[in-house]
């Protein structure tokens, strides 16, 4: 009886970087030991890391969440008699959530590019085919270019790596070109920090990249190409390096592609840990094995890119969506989605949500929906305070413009951008001008130095923004701030320096009052910036629970059951951990009068 | 096998092209946890080009170190959302622990800690990793206990 229950059943378990930080693995060989005659299957990123490691039951759709290898044989003698109740999802009102569809993260979503993540082993090539892979490849072999392209155009895709460039009219021109030979490439090196779609898709379904790019290559008539991808993502370079022997053995590539007589050779190309090679001209540099710096582009890579030949790149996500493009008709992807933008985006959704993780939804979504459906809202019943969309390029947005769709056009419009899809959600103890300082010391970190607004200009925003969080800020600041932004904007070599001001002008447009305040009143509103800043313990809410005293890292908070607690001024570093940790707010934060320690 | 044969026998691992210039380094990085004074001239020979171009793309991308590691090498990430989830403060508390010096290793070689761009693991902020042991959700508390896991004769020490 149990073996029959247990026979016809695969249990999926997420194995994406996150579930494996929770011992995803360990769980997934305690159940081929718990139940060896179930199908035990590692699949890629679920996306919702924060509750990993995610199991999954098939045929009967029940996902746990927060699995521990010890639940295998919980798990394995459940089988076919109903779920563990203990490691169901539950959703805000407590009720148990059985089903994925219906877990309130998952259920609004519409997943195109994330579409075979956490269902198939990236590992298997056949799980691949049967979920329909390679069968747009073929497609594609039977059709003109020009045909694809037109598929592609019909779509209305446009790149998911920030800029949004139509990917139809890249292709075409590339096409129109007459020097051969031509270069596909993939970017991978996701540097946007928030953002980690692109891995989990090169981790979870690295066939679908490659298919794409196989497409790409028989539209513009190419037989070499490079997937860059960030060294960091291991297990992403691992799952693709896997990906491309299998597909090679399989015809898909390699020298004669199932038989057609066309031929493609790709190869991974790991990236240095520099963040501009996510830059196009940067990265080819890079591939071509010299310093990453971008160049100026008079000349497009479509005309002259890799060894100066065309060359198209197009990031992971719009690979991903290529095959489903050609296998149903661009016309249909066209349906998903606005006016300017089709189809769906992957977001990460990450910072002081309740829910946080990988997100695909339709282009035209609100913020709010996002952040506050799918989300589940602010953690610990705080206040929303800004939406960090589009990484070190991208800006904040405050509450009042949470009923914006979010697509390429209008969150530009609005001094933001969507961008690479990283959504990083801020509340009131985030302090808006030590966002601003934390980008601008990650870009001035970042930038090449090949021009000077983007170099200098980083260097001297820096300088300002420290002073600002530090005390030191003057009046002036925030006017030399704008004039220093507008210079960069205009006048950088590259994207990276372009857009490097919109973290701080978007600050600076939405939070005015909050650099005032540091710079006036020498005061931080949110409570973040150390050197103006002092926290006090109210002894009316404090329940003397102890949890400030364990989470001070320099150990200046005494008190017990009987004594208040109480935090020393003298060597106290506020650093905010004790007003984090306290689950009272009896932990607040005041404005700092005397120098810090 | 000392060194240099050792560096030799990574560059021949590659065709004998400008282009795998950086896989070179990378491999060697992986394999010393630093780029050796005696790898350049050994892979420009290799590569036939000049070691300028090697010391330049050594001192450029951030995976690579002409300064020895750790043993244990603790990166920190700094993305967007271990920042706003403490990323800062954990490193002020490792700092703190294992008397770091300012290029943020201890003197006994045992760890250097790197605050480190984005990891792709945000949901996790914040996030450490060790080696090849990723960490997520650490808290200041657990840091000491963690830490001390990697020391000589601790259970992560191999």
């Known amino acids: 009886m149990m073996s029959d229950n247990a026979t016809s059943r695969t249990l999926l378990v997420c194995c994406g970087t996150g579930c494996l930080a929770n011992k995803a693995a360990a769980v997934a060989d305690a159940l081929d030991?718990?139940?060896?005659?179930?199908?035990?299957?590692?699949?890629?990123?679920?996306?919702?890391?924060?509750?990993?490691?995610?199991?999954?039951?098939?045929?009967?759709?029940?996902?746990?969440?927060?699995?521990?290898?010890?639940?295998a044989e919980k798990i394995a003698a459940s089988l076919g008699h109903g779920p563990v109740m203990s490691l169901l999802f539950r959703d805000a009102d407590k009720k148990l959530v059985l089903r994925q569809a219906d877990n309130p993260f998952y259920a609004p979503q519409h997943k195109v590019a994330l579409r075979n993540i956490g269902t198939i082993d990236p590992l298997a090539i056949d799980d691949y085919l049967d979920a329909g892979g390679y069968r747009a490849l073929e497609r594609a072999l039977a059709m003109e270019p020009d045909e694809i392209i037109a598929e592609v155009t019909a779509s209305g895709l446009r790149g998911r790596g920030g800029a949004g460039f139509p990917t139809g009219v890249k292709w075409a021109s590339a096409r129109a070109e007459e020097v051969f030979p031509k270069y596909v490439c993939c970017n991978g090196d996701e540097g946007d920090p928030g953002a980690f779609m692109d891995r989990s898709i090169l981790e979870g379904d690295?066939?679908?990249?490659?298919?794409?790019?196989?497409?790409?290559?028989?539209?513009?008539?190419?037989?070499?190409?490079?997937?860059?991808i960030r060294d960091e993502y291991g297990l992403a370079c691992a799952n693709v390096a896997a990906a491309l022997g299998a597909a090679e053995a399989r015809g898909y590539i390699g020298t004669n592609i199932r038989g057609s007589g066309r031929r493609l050779r790709l190869e991974i190309v790991r990236g240095g840990g520099a963040f501009v090679c996510g830059e196009s001209t940067a990265l080819m540099a890079s591939i071509e094995g010299r310093l990453g710096e971008?160049?100026?582009?008079?000349?497009?890579?479509?005309?002259?890119?890799?060894?100066?030949?065309?060359?198209?790149?197009?990031?992971?996500?719009?690979?991903a969506n290529i095959p489903v493009i050609i296998a149903q008709g661009g016309v249909r992807f066209a349906e998903i989605g606005t006016e300017g933008s089709k189809g769906t985006k992957v977001f990460s959704l990450v910072g002081k949500v309740e829910r946080t993780g990988l997100v695909e939804v339709p282009m035209g979504v609100t913020l709010r929906h996002l952040i506050f459906d799918i989300g589940g809202g602010i953690r610990r019943g705080r206040r929303f305070k800004a939406v960090q969309t589009g990484g070190p390029s991208g800006g904040c947005i405050p509450e009042g413009l949470l009923d914006l769709p979010v697509d390429f056009d209008t969150l530009t419009e609005k001094g933001a951008m969507m961008g690479s899809g990283g959504m990083i959600v801020m509340d009131e103890h985030d302090c808006m001008v030590e966002v601003a300082r934390y980008y601008v010391k990650f870009l001035s970190d970042e930038s090449c130095g090949k021009c000077t607004p983007c170099r200098e200009g980083l260097r001297q925003m820096l300088a300002i923004l420290t002073d600002l969080c530090e005390g030191r800020g003057q009046q002036g600041d925030i006017e030399l701030l704008e004039r220093l932004g507008a210079t960069m904007k205009e006048s950088s070599l590259c994207a990276l320096g372009q857009s490097a001001p919109n973290p701080v002008l978007s600050t600076i447009a939405h939070f005015r009052d909050e650099y005032a305040a540091h710079i006036e009143e020498g005061r931080c509103p949110a409570g973040?910036?150390?050197?103006?800043?002092?926290?006090?313990?109210?002894?009316?809410?404090?329940?003397?629970?102890?949890?400030?005293?364990?989470?001070?890292?320099?150990?200046?908070?005494?008190?017990?059951?009987?004594?208040?607690?109480?935090?020393?001024?003298?060597?106290?570093?506020?650093?905010?951990?004790?007003?984090?940790?306290?689950?009272?707010?009896?932990?607040?934060?005041h404005q700092r009068k005397e120098a810090l320690a | 096998m000392d060194h240099s044969t050792h560096i030799e026998e990574i560059a021949r691992r590659y065709p004998a092209e400008r282009r795998f210039s950086l896989a070179i380094?990378?491999?060697?990085?992986?394999?010393?946890?630093?780029?050796?004074?005696?790898?350049?001239?050994?892979?420009?020979?290799?590569?036939?080009?000049?070691?300028?171009h090697l010391y330049?793309?050594?001192?450029?991308?951030?995976?690579?170190?002409?300064?020895?590691?750790?043993?244990?090498?603790?990166?920190?990430?700094?993305?967007?959302?271990?920042?706003?989830?403490?990323?800062?403060?954990?490193?002020?508390?490792?700092?703190?622990q294992l008397r770091l010096d300012a290029d943020g290793r201890t003197d006994d070689g045992q760890f250097s800690v790197e605050l480190v761009n984005c990891l792709g693991s945000c949901a996790l902020a914040p996030v450490m990793v060790v080696g090849e042991a990723y960490y997520g959700k650490v808290s200041l508390e657990q840091l000491p206990t963690l830490v001390d896991s990697y020391r000589e004769g601790g259970e992560n020490d191999e």
Request: net charge neutral; with cysteine; glycine share 8%.
């Open chain 1, 33 to 71: 030991a718990a139940c060896p005659e179930a199908s035990v299957k590692r699949t890629g990123c679920n996306g919702f890391c924060e509750n990993g490691p995610i199991v999954k039951v098939q045929p009967d759709d029940i996902s746990y969440y927060r699995v521990k290898p010890e639940h």
């Open chain 1, 294 to 319: 971008p160049r100026a582009k008079y000349v497009r890579s479509v005309q002259r890119g890799l060894w100066d030949k065309p060359t198209v790149l197009n990031n992971v996500e719009t690979l």
């Open chain 1, 206 to 228: 690295p066939h679908s990249v490659i298919e794409g790019l196989a497409i790409t290559a028989l539209a513009i008539g190419a037989e070499q190409g490079f997937l860059y």
């Open chain 2, 56 to 96: 330049a793309l050594a001192t450029f991308y951030k995976s690579l170190s002409l300064v020895p590691k750790g043993k244990h090498v603790v990166k920190l990430c700094d993305g967007t959302a271990c920042h706003m989830r403490g990323a800062g403060n954990l490193l002020g508390s490792l700092s703190r």
């Open chain 2, 25 to 52: 380094l990378q491999d060697i990085q992986r394999e010393f946890n630093y780029i050796p004074a005696e790898a350049l001239p050994i892979v420009a020979a290799r590569l036939d080009t000049p070691q300028a």
């Open chain 1, 528 to 589: 973040v910036c150390p050197a103006l800043t002092t926290f006090v313990i109210d002894s009316e809410a404090c329940t003397s629970c102890g949890a400030c005293k364990k989470a001070c890292p320099v150990d200046v908070i005494s008190g017990d059951k009987d004594t208040p607690y109480e935090i020393a001024r003298d060597g106290c570093i506020a650093c905010g951990s004790c007003r984090e940790s306290c689950r009272f707010d009896a932990v607040s934060a």
